[in-house]
């Protein structure tokens, strides 16, 4: 079935070091990818999403882009900041919608002043 | 515009109890979804709700229910709780079934079974 994989935190960075969280799903067709974010205490956000092969998501300084190739889509950003401190979580929805997001477990991302 | 709303934010239930969880949609939202998440993973799907009809569901027991309301608002009933069911239960509201532009979750209820 269909599933995504992401790399175990915590990831620990200082300000202004370069962000990479990656992520790999397995899904039969072209799934719309996602990254969440869920800061301490509180629900999921939408951080970006791409929907077809070689697009590019991005917001607030984060990127991603849809690789089919490698079945990947890997979180980055150039200069992270303390207040990027929280859990990430990339998902996926099968080709054509349907009726459930499926989520990895999570990477924790810790930035130190 | 108003985003989703989950009440209570807290809850403390003993086995073998039942349990009530609501949710609010986002203005325009007709689609409720609800995901249990366990400490240190990710959101796992519980069921989906479109136009008041059940529309898919995870592999969880029937002890796990819902409704959708006229308002597009929601619920989620659990019977006979059981420890592991202790989680933080997220709602997340779309416009549409087809999940092309991700969902608007609330801030989640945290439930304790003891």
């Known amino acids: 079935g269909d599933s995504v994989t992401q790399m175990e935190g915590p990831v620990t960075l200082s300000e202004e070091a370069f962000l990479t969280i990656n992520c790999t799903y397995t899904?039969?067709?072209?799934?719309?990818l996602f990254w969440y974010v869920q800061y301490p205490g509180e629900g999921l956000q939408l951080l970006l999403k791409?929907?077809?092969?070689?697009d590019k998501g991005s917001n607030k300084g984060f990127e991603a882009t849809y690789r089919k190739e490698t079945t990947s889509f890997h979180l980055e950003k150039g200069s992270v900041q303390v207040s990027d401190s929280a859990v990430y979580f990339c998902?996926?929805?099968?080709?054509?919608?349907?009726?459930?997001?499926?989520f990895g477990a999570g990477t924790r991302l810790f930035v130190k002043a | 515009e108003t985003g989703v709303t989950q009440s209570p934010t807290h809850l403390i239930k003993t086995r073998g109890q039942q349990v009530t969880l609501r949710c609010s949609s986002q203005?325009?939202?007709?689609?409720v979804s609800w995901y249990q998440q366990a400490l240190g993973q990710g959101p796992q799907f519980i069921f989906q709700?479109?136009?008041?009809?059940?529309?898919g569901r995870g592999n969880f027991p029937p002890r796990f229910s819902g409704l959708q309301f006229p308002n597009y608002s929601s619920e989620l009933n659990v019977n006979a709780l059981e420890l592991d069911d202790s989680a933080l239960y997220l709602c997340?509201?779309?416009?549409?079934?087809?999940?092309?532009?991700?969902?608007?979750f609330g801030s989640g209820t945290r439930l304790t079974v003891v």
């Open positions: 997340a509201s779309s416009f549409g079934w087809v999940f092309i532009d991700g969902y608007t």
């Open positions: 899904a039969t067709g072209y799934p719309s």
């Open positions: 791409a929907t077809k092969a070689d």
């Open positions: 998902a996926l929805s099968p080709p054509g919608g349907g009726f459930k997001t499926i």
């Open positions: 203005s325009g939202h007709n689609t």
């Open positions: 709700y479109y136009r008041e009809e059940e529309n």
